[in-house]
């Protein structure tokens, strides 16, 4: 079998491994529980009056959601692809690809990647690249794509595990800065599941990046899905590992990117969860991922609109015209979240008065 074979045959384990997972915990806790709103009885409005209308970055989104990365390399990932692509145009739901490195090495396995856009041609869509790569690269897949963003992603816990994974993690500061500099469109850097700390932040801010997913714990666990690959699961203790998106939306620093978060989304009121604590958008992989798996792009787009219908109705629940409004609902935190906020030194009290 031939390295590129190998690479692709790798996108469609990593598949079915996640929908393995999901199968085994459908409904997994996570830090999200940890996050109350209050509830005030007389707040609530019409539900004709919320726009789910978000600024991100240079655009205005339909609504504060949309389709993280999560495939592409092969005959069956292009399938699911192809879903998605088509679910965002009926939706209006900016998607992202998943890594594409296997196309600049394997330019067969390009159209898999490419169905992101030619079924959607006039929707945001956005490439995905690692952070090892070289600048030249970044403006490839931006351009293979016709992607209006890049996300770039960091994933030193996948790579630590992953039998075959690339683990010069002391360049990577310094070619993202150069990817920033290099390419035309906006760049995302984002987690794979591990999160981004406030000190993190703080250095993509210095770099030049202007948006950061902090996609944290709580979703799939890229760790574990490598270590499921693994001959001897030897890595099995780095299960879990990282932080979530909830304590990285607590820990945000001033000044930092502008903030999206992913990362554990199990269904509407984690969106709603993760806007309060300042997330302008929230990225979906998983919870679509069970939709699209099979290939029906009109199951997906039903999907997606039950999730835009109920983030209208919590809005009005709460009394929230907007997603920005969200920053101004009372928050209640609790158990491990507590104690991280506790430990960073992060007023939750505060949090609890905001309606005021």
Not at 9 to 31: C, F, I, S, W, Y
Not at 44 to 64: C, E, F, Q
Not at 249 to 269: I, K, N, Q
Request: hydrophobic share 45%; with cysteine; charged share 25%.
């Amino acid at each position: 079998m031939t390295e590129q074979s190998v690479r692709s045959a790798r996108k469609d384990e990593h598949v079915q491994l996640v929908m393995d997972g999901r199968r085994e915990q459908p409904h997994q806790a996570n830090d999200f529980d940890d996050v109350e709103l209050v509830h005030h009885a007389l707040d609530g409005i019409d539900p004709a009056r919320v726009s789910l209308a978000t600024d991100v970055g240079p655009w205005r989104w339909a609504a504060p959601l949309y389709i993280n990365g999560m495939t592409g390399g092969s005959e069956t990932t292009g399938r699911i692809n192809r879903a998605l692509a088509i679910a965002a145009r009926e939706t209006g739901t900016p998607v992202a690809s998943g890594s594409m490195s296997v196309a600049l090495d394997d330019p067969s396995t390009l159209p898999s990647f490419r169905v992101l856009r030619d079924e959607n041609p006039d929707g945001i869509v956005l490439a995905n690249l690692g952070a090892e790569r070289t600048p030249d690269d970044a403006r490839r897949v931006v351009d293979l794509l016709g992607a209006d963003a890049l996300q770039v992603h960091l994933n030193a816990a996948q790579e630590t595990v992953m039998p075959e994974g690339s683990r010069g993690f002391d360049r990577w500061a310094a070619n993202i800065e150069a990817i920033v500099a290099a390419v035309p469109v906006p760049v995302v850097v984002k987690e794979v599941g591990a999160g981004l700390s406030g000190r993190t932040l703080t250095r993509l801010h210095g770099l030049g990046v202007q948006l950061a997913d902090v996609a944290g714990r709580g979703g799939t666990d890229f760790a574990a899905v490598e270590n499921a690959r693994r001959e001897g699961r030897d890595y099995a203790y780095l299960a879990g590992w990282g932080q979530s998106a909830v304590s990285c939306l607590l820990d945000v620093p001033t000044p930092a990117p502008e903030v999206l978060a992913s990362g554990g989304v199990r269904h509407p009121l984690d969106v709603v969860r993760a806007l309060a604590l300042g997330a302008r958008a929230v990225g979906v992989a998983g919870a679509f991922l069970a939709v699209a798996v099979d290939g029906d792009a009109e199951a997906t787009a039903a999907e997606i609109r039950r999730w835009q219908e109920h983030l209208v109705a919590l809005h009005a629940l709460l009394g929230a015209a907007s997603p920005a409004d969200l920053t101004t609902t009372d928050v209640l935190l609790h158990g491990r979240v507590l104690e991280f906020a506790r430990l960073r030194g992060i007023d939750a009290g505060a949090l609890t008065r905001r309606s005021r």
